[in-house]
């Protein structure tokens, strides 16, 4: 093995490490406040090794390292990917959207904290598009996830702050793998349902749970918009006080409607359920309802089929943006496009014949 592998610097001196305490990197201790970022690098083996270990500091690390724009980050990010593939892929990947205010990451916190009691190690990741910059989201979620991001068996870890829902949904991905290399059983994905997330974050996960509010005046407001097929359990929240009724009718409404729409998953009727993030009311029957997803959805094959066609599609994907990419940095191109695009525009040109003369070396 090449000892002398360039080793990686984190690329941005944030307060996520500032109080960090990085232990076993190098044979020691080191308190992070006392040196300059610059001066301590981390090489992938490290990473690797303290990830399989289940240190969630260098869990980190390997996050910001994959999150990375850099063209040296990206080598080294697929180098520690490739080396922890093999112990990746034993969790069970659960999607969680809703409206904004829906109570998502109040229910993280409870249903994170029910599986840490029932021995799982928990990893929460969020998928924002709309945030550019993640510090107000992580504010918001470590106080709503307080008890849960200050538990040794729990790993939070906001939205990566790249803008295009793409490039985050890439790094998420890639973030999975290290969270389950480190040896967590439930990967939980947070996002808020705003355009293309809930579709995105469907082809990464095992499992989809919409929640949904009652009394906000349009009961199946996910019907309209096509995202209950793409749901595994709808959970109406805030199920208390007085607010119990109203939750209760909206979980008929939706089971009714259940009947009509196509599910979601393989061997799976998706049904509706009502919970109280806040008191934890229907909080373990979530889990018993995951447990029986896994168990159906497993010993049917459609578990493990679902995976592979999502990693094809990804891959797919990736295929598609690195061709597109390649073909917008052609000079060749870069010279044409402007040309045709006005030709095309003025109705001088036909397109399809605009798109051949392009593609002609
Ligand atoms: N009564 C009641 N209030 C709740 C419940 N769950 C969440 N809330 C409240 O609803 C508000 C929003 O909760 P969050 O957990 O931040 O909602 P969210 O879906 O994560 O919101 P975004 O991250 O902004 O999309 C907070 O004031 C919570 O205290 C519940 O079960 N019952
Ligand atoms: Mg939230």
Known sequence: MDKRRPEWTPPNAGSEFASSVVSGVHGKAVKADNQPMAARKISVDALEEGIKAGNRTLLSRAITLVESNSAKHFEQAQELLTKLLPVSGSSIRIGITGVPGAGKSTLIESFGLHLIE?????????????????????????????????????????????????????????????????????????????????????????????????????????????????????????????????????????????????????????????????????????????????QATRSTGSFQARRKAQTLEWFDALITEAVLNRFHQDPDIKQKLPRLEQAVAEGELPVALAVSQLLKP
């Open 118 to 294: 029932h021995g799982k190690k928990v990893a929460v990741l969020a998928i924002d598009p709309s945030s550019t910059i993640s510090k107000g989201s992580i504010l918001g979620d470590k106080t709503r996830m307080e008890q849960l991001s200050r538990h040794e068996m729990s790993f939070i870890r906001p939205s990566p702050s790249s803008g295009k829902l793409g490039g985050v949904a890439r790094k998420t991905r890639e973030s999975i793998v290290l969270c389950e290399a480190a040896g967590f059983d439930v990967i939980l994905i947070e996002t808020v349902g705003v355009g293309q997330s809930e579709t995105t974050v469907r082809s990464m996960v095992d499992f989809f749970l919409l929640m949904q509010i009652a009394g906000a005046g349009d009961e199946l407001q996910g019907i309209k918009k096509g995202i209950i097929e793409l749901a595994d359990l709808i959970v109406v929240n805030k199920a208390d006080q007085d607010n119990i009724q109203r939750a209760q009718l909206a979980v008929r409404e939706y089971n009714n409607a259940l009947h009509y729409i196509r599910h979601a998953s393989k061997n799976w009727q998706t049904k509706a359920i009502t919970c109280s993030a806040i008191t934890g009311d229907g909080i373990s029957d979530i889990w018993e309802i995951v447990q029986q997803f896994c």
